[in-house]
């Protein structure tokens, strides 16, 4: 989950949703890869953060009893294999994004835990076999995964309340063409820019479902689970101007 902090109290957007929130900037950008590919790669990025754990122990709550953002987590291998296994059933084109995605996530790990290891040279193995039989240059993979990191990146600014104010630019990651990307908003609640301007449409509109809890602490998890589907849902709306 993504948890902000807000006035009434937790506005909580599921990592799902994030995802799929990426994906539509991601088809904002003009194609650049055959159908198929570019099909997959927007299923790589609404799914790539799919087949989440279910809740056990003080998964969805920290110490104090709050709503646990995401980045309290520690990795999960069982969640990360899961992907992996639920990705080949799309193909070896999808695998290999969801792939190069955990190993730019995780690599970081490598030398902590054996198991860890095993699994990261698992994804450089597979990574080498799937370009060679689809016969695709590293480069070119690594273009097409830069851009799903890229829209990655930028859905987590919009969904973690990451804009800055008094119309200050924040660089999102460089893009698929090598340039260095900024967003800002210059006026409060007024249209994001994104700089330089990457996306077909001189403006379009992107949007993402947010839970809002107005109870603050939870004795445990299955309180903040049926809290959370009792909750209301509001519907978050940036609209993007060239």
């Known amino acids: 989950m993504i948890v902000n902090y807000v006035p009434t109290g937790w506005q909580i957007i599921y990592q799902q949703a994030h995802a799929l929130l ?93 198991e860890i290891d095993a699994f990261l040279d698992e994804q450089q193995t597979s990574q080498q076999r799937w370009r060679r039989e689809l016969k695709i240059k590293k480069a070119d993979a690594d273009q097409a995964y830069t851009l799903l990191h890229w829209c990655d990146r930028l859905s987590l600014i919009l969904c973690r309340r990451e804009l800055p104010e008094m119309g200050r630019a924040l660089e999102i990651y460089h893009g698929p063409d090598g340039r260095r990307y900024e967003v800002l908003r210059p006026r409060e609640d007024g249209p994001v820019q994104v700089q330089p301007w990457p996306f077909a449409e001189a403006q379009f509109t992107v949007s993402v479902e947010a839970t809002m809890l107005h109870q ?14 009792e909750a209301p849902i509001e519907t978050l709306r940036w609209e993007l101007h060239k």
């Open 216 to 229: 603050l602490q939870f004795r445990d998890d299955a309180e903040l689970a049926r809290a959370l589907r």
């Open 22 to 114: 990426a994906a539509q900037l991601l088809h904002q950008w003009p194609p650049f890869l055959p159908l198929d590919q570019w099909v997959g790669l927007l299923a790589a990025a609404a799914q790539h953060d799919d087949e989440q754990a279910d809740w056990t122990g003080h998964y969805g709550l920290t110490p104090a009893g709050a709503p646990a953002n995401f980045t309290m987590k520690e990795f999960s291998l069982e969640q990360a294999t899961r992907l992996m296994h639920a990705a080949r059933f799309q193909g070896r084109w999808r695998s290999l994004l969801t792939s190069l995605h955990l190993s730019t996530l995780y690599e970081s790990l490598r030398g902590q835990q054996a």
